[in-house]
């Protein structure tokens, strides 16, 4: 600010002319809550599927708030790969809380959010609800991968509630907790990471072998809002509107993703070798190894294709012997037609509180923010809502 525009301005100064300018853009924050119950009401009537949920402490405090986006889930449940990670973060406005977040990844490798779920603060009871609500609007639990860094919470909530979907841990969590505990073990980092890459059960085991022993580390403590689900409306309205029209303008069969994924390997596989012994099976051989590759199980023995669904060398080497479109071995989550089916549906914006049409059932539901953020000075003593 000094250099630009000849201001001195303090951090606090600049924090607080945000803080005014957010109340000037979005209204009193302390005040949200209170339109809570409406909002969410209004948010279901104008985008048919998503679904709203609120928990109130007594006296009607907010508990806990969690909301699901009817156009994703029902693309989720169709035309997306069933991989979906959660996590929370912490909010950084005056109400402070926690956010959590469910998403998964679109045919173009692009976050795809589910749901959203907001809080005071993170903790057992929390997952244990947002997952129940969760598991509500997920349809397809065949082949559902749920990633986390298995925090206690997490892992209780999906034993209990996601019981029939694969659990997974997420390799850059572990990742930065490996790295606190190993600043000076390059040689440890170095082989987390190449066990992370591999495709083998048996390789990936090798690896791992080789890791030393580590000490279990300490469990990190993680430390609602309408104004922060308008700023996610705006957001989310965003990269509806721009990944569409992304995908109308992409030519080709596959997404620019999968495109360029077949577009790196081209070379490596021309200097493969190929000997067919069946007329569905194949051994490859390139320069490092051989391998099977099964077009009928669409399956390569080397399992980059099983994971990834889209081809390995190995396999694009068959596809080129047998005549056949590379195209043809991706899954249909990496085409355009599937990506476009998956933002088909538009983020409808709520119209302005003047014009809301609610019931005197949601207009009298109101939801109060929590006690310990009214008074601050005895925020500890009031605590007793947790
Ligand atoms: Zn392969």
New binding site residues.
């Given amino acids: 600010m000094r250099d630009k525009h000849g201001i001195n301005l303090s951090y606090n100064k600049a924090y607080r002319s945000k803080d005014n300018t957010l109340h000037i853009v979005f209204g009193d924050q302390w005040e949200s809550f209170k339109m809570l119950p409406a909002y969410f009401h209004m948010l279901e009537k104008s985008n048919p599927g998503r679904v709203t949920k609120t928990e109130t402490y007594r006296k009607n405090r907010f508990k806990y708030g969690f909301m699901a986006l009817g156009a994703f889930i029902e693309r989720f449940n169709t035309v997306i790969r069933t991989v979906i990670p959660d996590d929370a973060t912490l909010l950084k406005s005056n109400t402070r809380g926690v956010l959590l977040v469910v998403v998964c990844k679109d045919g173009n490798e692009i976050i795809y959010p589910l749901a959203f779920g907001f809080a005071n603060s993170e903790c057992a009871k929390l997952w244990t609800w947002f997952l129940t609500k969760l598991r509500e609007v997920i349809l397809c639990l065949e082949l559902l991968m749920i990633v986390s860094d298995r925090c206690t919470g997490i892992s209780n909530g999906m034993k209990a509630i996601f019981r029939d979907a694969a659990q997974g841990v997420c390799a850059y969590q572990l990742a930065k907790n490996l790295k606190q505990h190993c600043r000076k073990r390059g040689d440890v980092i170095n082989l987390y990471y190449r066990a992370t890459y591999v495709y083998r059960v048996e390789e990936f085991g090798r690896l791992m072998a080789e890791l030393p022993q580590l000490r279990l580390m300490p469990r990190k403590r993680y430390g609602p809002r309408k104004r922060t689900e308008i700023q996610l409306e705006y957001l989310l309205q965003h990269w509806f509107h721009d990944r569409r029209s992304n995908a109308r303008e992409m030519p080709k069969f596959l997404t620019h993703n999968a495109d360029q994924h077949i577009k790196d390997r081209v070379l490596p596989s021309q200097r493969c070798e190929i000997h067919p012994f069946d007329c569905n099976r194949f051994k490859v051989y390139s320069k490092w190894n051989e ?1 099977i ?1 099964d077009l009928e199980q669409r399956s ?3 399992r ?2 099983d994971l990834d669904e889209l081809p ?4 694009m080497v068959v596809a080129t012997f047998k005549g056949m479109p590379i195209s043809a071995l991706c899954s249909d989550f990496f085409t355009i037609g599937w990506l476009k089916q998956a933002y088909a549906m538009a983020v409808n914006p709520v119209p302005k509180p003047e014009v809301w049409d609610i019931t005197n059932a949601v207009h009298n539901c109101i939801v109060l923010l929590w006690k310990k953020m009214i008074d601050r000075k005895t925020r500890e003593k009031s605590d007793t809502f947790c």
């Fill in positions: 391998e590759v390569c023995s080397c980059e294709w390995c060398i190995h396999a």
